[in-house]
């Protein structure tokens, strides 16, 4: 596997995301909205949210008590969620953290909805919130901005042993 290849890709598609945003509050004016790219290619990461534009999309894929995201990237902005039953017993998706608290419709097996928030940076549980599926291990975690705060394995003891 290529990890430095992913890396690089990722630092690259995060610089241009960011000197995007950067023009939008320049004032680049106009409408240029696409009309819902969902794209087909293998990126791990949505494009950033532009200010005024619309939401990222991200696939929520619901099993039998698993939840797949199509990312596992985000940056603070508008997201549409479109959450699939892919298994045989009513699921939900519900999104809590900074942002706030947003749930779907419960969905039969085979349905499909959308859910659109706003995403603020810091930690947020996706879980399904039908019968105790969250306890069955239908959760995850996402972190909404930069990486992850750094390791506490690092104390100022200052020992050096």
């Known amino acids: 596997m290529t990890i430095p290849h992913i890396r690089h890709r990722l630092l690259l598609g995060v610089a241009a995301g960011g000197l995007t945003a950067l023009l939008a509050a320049c004032g680049g004016g106009g409408n240029g909205g696409s009309a819902g790219s969902a794209g087909s290619g293998d990126t791990t990461t949505p494009p950033p949210p532009k200010a005024g534009a619309s939401a990222a999309q991200v696939t929520a894929a619901l099993t039998d008590f698993h939840i797949k995201l199509s990312t596992e990237k985000f940056q603070p902005g508008r997201y549409t969620f ?56 239908m959760k995850t975690a996402i972190t909404v901005g930069a990486a992850p705060a750094q390791s506490s394995n690092h104390t100022s003891s200052g020992n050096g042993y």
Not at 103 to 124: C, E, F, H, I, N
Request: aromatic share 4%; proline share 5%; glycine share 14%.
């Open 82 to 137: 479109t959450a699939k039953n892919m298994g045989e017993h009513e699921h939900a998706l519900e999104i809590e953290g900074p942002g706030g608290e947003n749930r779907s419709k419960t969905l039969d097996p085979g349905q499909s909805t959308t859910l659109t928030v706003t995403l603020k940076a810091g930690s947020y549980e996706v879980y399904c919130p039908v019968d105790g599926h969250k306890d069955l291990g």
